[in-house]
């Protein structure tokens, strides 16, 4: 029996265990250490429809318990990615999340149509400013969001998430996100914050502010998940502080079908894997499948 095995919008998972988008690229750098076939499925590094150079350095500083960074979403553009990182990926017998972002909706639709053919699902990232209709992230702006979604429904012939931000309230963006089709959500992307650098008197990240994510976030993240769940009968991937197999039920019993290991693999780059294998040990010893705490925290005892 694989006790891990989980149904996630029609795609069978061998595991319930996923990398978060930005913190294991598109999977090149780990692919010497073990068979990339073997994790959940990738998320990939946001990609935007034109290359983005990023925020000014220094992108990356520790807090306790978690990290802030800025990265500004660098990355090569679509193009290059298609051309290169995701048919090698496919090719690995990875399962696909490719996360997508862009200034507008047609930006968003473009990217998810030509990544289309390399992914299992596409994750939308809401959480860049809406540049048109001011400085809103579209995920805080009901329509705004739910337009960005329509359109890449239209684009894509797979399974759209939509990842939501933590940095303001989320079900009514989910409530206009479901009306516009989404099939799914992840939750959550980083929660803003800061750090001061005493001796220079300034932020110490040269975007001034972060996000933050690692074990810090987790509980935010856990109470989230669990409130969406109340609300959707769509399915969620959940992330925020993934580090051990005991987190990955935490996640589960709040309602998440699939869980993202971010930070947790800066720290150590088998983090997800080893998630995984200590999910099956814990799940053996009880004689239990993971399917089985889906939702269960939900149910009076
Ligand atoms: C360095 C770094 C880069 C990230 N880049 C992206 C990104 O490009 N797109 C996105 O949707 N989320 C991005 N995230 C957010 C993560 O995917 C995840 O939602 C968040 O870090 C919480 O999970 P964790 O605590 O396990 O890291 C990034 C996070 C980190 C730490």
Redesign the pocket.
């Known amino acids: 029996m694989n006790r891990l095995e989980v149904e996630f919008l029609g795609i069978t998972f061998p595991n319930p265990v996923v990398t ?4 294991f690229n598109f999977g090149r750098e780990y692919a010497h250490l073990y068979p990339l076939s073997r994790l959940g499925a990738i ?1 990939t ?2 990609v935007s429809p034109r290359p983005l150079a990023g925020a000014p350095t220094p992108r ?1 500083t520790e807090t306790p318990m ?2 802030l ?1 800025a ?1 500004g ?1 660098e990355n090569k553009g679509v193009d290059a990615y298609v051309a290169g990182e995701l048919p090698w990926l496919k090719e690995q017998g990875a399962r696909v999340i490719v ?1 997508v ?1 862009g200034d507008t909706p047609a930006d968003f639709a473009l990217v998810a149509g030509k990544v289309s053919p390399y992914a299992d699902l596409i ?1 939308v ?1 809401l ?1 860049c400013p809406n540049v048109h209709g001011g400085n809103l992230p579209f995920a805080h702006d009901p329509e705004a969001a739910a337009a960005v979604i329509r359109r890449v429904k239209d684009a894509t012939d797979r399974p759209v998430l939509a ?1 939501l931000s933590p940095n303001g309230p989320i079900l009514p963006v989910a409530e206009a996100l479901e009306a516009a089709g989404v099939d799914g959500f992840s939750l ?3 929660l803003l914050g800061m750090r001061m650098d005493l001796e220079r008197k300034r932020p110490v990240l040269g975007n001034r502010q972060g ?1 933050l ?2 074990p810090a ?1 987790k509980p935010v ?1 856990v109470r989230l998940v669990y409130e969406l769940y109340r609300h959707t009968d769509r399915p969620i991937l959940g ?4 580090s051990s197999a005991e987190d990955a039920l935490e996640f589960a019993l709040a309602g998440a079908r699939l869980v ?5 693999t800066f720290a150590d780059p088998y983090a997800p894997l080893r998630v995984a294998r200590e999910l099956e040990e814990y799940l053996e010893s009880r004689n239990e499948r993971w399917e089985d705490w889906i939702g269960a925290g939900h149910t009076p005892a």
């Open positions: 978060a988008s930005g913190t998320t590094k946001g990356i978690g990290m960074n990265i979403l996360n972002f994750e990232n959480s990842k959550i992307n980083t996000g994510s690692g976030i993240a992330m925020g502080g993934v993202a290991v971010g930070t947790a």
